[in-house]
T-cell receptor
Framework: EAGVVQSPRYKIIEKKQPVAFWCNPI?????LYWYRQNLGQGPELLIR????????DSQLPKDRFSAERLKGVDSTLKIQPAELGDSAVYLC???????????FGPGTRLLVL | GQQVMQIPQYQHVQEGEDFTTYCNSS?????IQWYKQRPGGHPVFLIQ?????EVKKQKRLTFQFGEAKKNSSLHITATQTTDVGTYFC??????????FGSGTRLSIRP
């Protein structure tokens, strides 16, 4: 069984540029999560989807971050414009349902210069 | 709002010594999960605890959920070099909010 796929694995951009991350969850998983993990810290939930619906986006900085999960399968997280403080690892995870085991992808390491 | 504290932040032990990390929530939780993240890797699920006072074991790992469902612990007996990594708790509130602890980084002297 394929795991959670994320791309790109690494991204270096200059501040004020846009960037997008893509995630393909495990087949059949209804719940999809986007996290941001800063160095030495735990993952911080940005947004959680149940199928196509964003059920928790309370920690998503909506002035510059956006996300979508069309057709309830793969998802895209976008930052526009990026700031220096956005440098972090962006993790995608999926689970069969909410409160179930989360399976994490390898993450996208973003560096904003 | 809900807060989750995990202690200690770091622990450096001699191989063969025991290790414990604690996770404390400011509010009652519906369930809690534990994850392990190796250096350079991504979090990997270890266990989920749901019931008050629940204790689960996985070989040398023992997980506990407090009676009040506001705290949890992970204990490793006789650590091995393969146990190196950062251990995170993920706390689920009754409102389905998920908060990860800041993690405990375990390093081991062979």
């Amino acid at each position: 069984e394929a795991g959670v796929v994320q791309s790109p694995r690494y991204k270096i951009i200059e501040k004020k540029q846009p960037v997008a991350f893509w995630c393909n969850p495990i087949s059949g998983h209804n719940t999809l999560y986007w996290y941001r993990q800063n160095l030495g810290q735990g993952p911080e939930l940005l947004i959680r989807y149940e199928n196509e619906e964003a059920v928790d986006d309370s920690q998503l900085p909506k002035d510059r971050f956006s996300a979508e999960r069309l057709k309830g399968v793969d998802s895209t997280l976008k930052i526009q414009p990026a700031e220096l403080g956005d440098s972090a690892v962006y993790l995608c995870a999926s689970s069969l349902e909410g409160r179930e085991t989360q399976y994490f992808g390898p993450g996208t390491r973003l560096l904003v210069l | 709002g809900q807060q989750v504290m995990q202690i200690p932040q770091y622990q450096h032990v001699q191989e063969g010594e025991d290790f414990t990390t604690y996770c404390n929530s400011s509010t009652t939780l519906s369930n809690i999960q534990w994850y392990k993240q190796r250096p350079g890797g991504h979090p990997v699920f270890l266990i989920q605890l749901v019931k008050s006072g629940e204790v689960k074991k996985q070989k040398r790992l023992t997980f506990q959920f407090g009676e009040a469902k506001k705290n949890s612990s992970l204990h490793i007996t006789a650590t091995q070099t393969t146990d190196v990594g950062t251990y995170f708790c993920a706390a689920y509130s009754s409102a389905s909010k998920i908060i990860f602890g800041s993690g405990t980084r375990l390093s081991i002297r062979p």
